[in-house]
Antibody, heavy 115, light 108 residues
Framework: EVQLVESGGGLVKPGGSLRLSCAAS????????MNWVRQAPGKGLEWVSF????????HYAESVKGRFTISRDNAKNSLYLQMNSLRAEDTAMYYC????????WGQGTLVTVSS | EIVMTQSPATLSVSPGERATLSCGAS??????LAWYQQKPGQAPRLLIY???TRATGIPARFSGSGSGTEFTLTISSLQSEDFAVYYC??????????FGQGTRLEIK
């Protein structure tokens, strides 16, 4: 069974940092491109970042470029999102998702940026 | 950036009836268009990709159509579990991958 489990969310002050993780199981992680997608409370879906299966391609939404860094460790079946210089508008549920037309999503981890 | 626009924002339909949801793109996305369903407190669920291909396990009452800039998701006979928010997503011209703002399908 395919599973994606996010962790690392929490309450952080503006300007702070967090590192999100997504543990993958039930499939060959190294064969799939991965994404982070977020959803602010009561709002729609916003794509955040993409990483190709072999790290050859990385892309970011303009809203996070220069502040967030996506990475993966195929040996550990894990996806990461390092989030720096956090702002109130980064408050959201963060989902990892497999592929671009994403068949599999994690349950999300909540990031709250507030003083 | 391709802007995706969904209409209506809210759609009220009775169980057993047909629901038609629309999604427009600011420029052609060919058939690189997906539809998702999201229920409260849950992650999105992929329904349709390639504009018209149902994802694994999705009931046949869900169908997608369209190409270029105009797309439709049709639910032929609404079941109680279908009342949710629906999003379209384009992945033709990216980054960025972009979503519509969503259509809330509610019980009439």
């Amino acid at each position: 069974e395919v599973q994606l489990v996010e962790s690392g969310g929490g309450l952080v002050k503006p300007g702070g940092s967090l590192r999100l993780s997504c543990a993958a199981s039930g499939f060959t992680f190294s064969s799939y491109n991965m994404n982070w997608v977020r959803q602010a409370p009561g709002k729609g879906l916003e794509w955040v970042s993409f990483i190709s299966r072999n790290n050859g391609q990385i892309h970011y939404a303009e809203s996070v470029k220069g502040r967030f860094t996506i990475s993966r460790d195929n040996a550990k079946n894990s996806l990461y999102l390092q989030m720096n210089s956090l702002r109130a508008e980064d408050t959201a549920m963060y989902y990892c998702a497999r592929d671009i037309a994403a068949t599999y999503w994690g349950q999300g981890t909540l990031v709250t940026v507030s003083s | 950036e391709i802007v995706m626009t969904q209409s209506p924002a809210t759609l009220s339909v009775s169980p057993g009836e047909r629901a038609t949801l629309s999604c427009g793109a600011s420029q052609s996305v060919s058939t690189n268009l997906a539809w998702y369903q999201q229920k409260p407190g849950q992650a999105p669920r992929l329904l349709i990709y390639g504009a018209s291909t149902r994802a694994t396990g999705i009931p046949a009452r869900f169908s997608g159509s369209g190409s270029g800039t105009e797309f439709t998701l049709t639910i032929s006979s609404l079941q109680s579990e279908d009342f949710a928010v629906y999003y379209c997503q384009q992945y033709n011209n990216w980054p960025p991958i972009t979503f519509g703002q969503g259509t809330r399908l509610e019980i009439k």
